[in-house]
């Protein structure tokens, strides 16, 4: 055999190999599932934050006001 059939025989069976490897599928339903369990918290958080700095800005207008 000449090297350029030896070389496309070897491509050729890395491209076969890798089709092959790639046709499965990846379950994601796990990761989809914690990730919309935490929602719900990651929301509280937020609302938390936001709230502490509205607090803080109104406590800044008040004392401005004040004198």
Known sequence: MTKQIQRGLVAAGVLVASAASQAAA??????????????????LIGVACLLVYGAVKAFGWVRGALK
């Open 26 to 43: 990846i379950d994601v339903s796990g990761a989809v599932t914690d990730i919309g369990a935490q929602a719900a918290p990651v929301g």
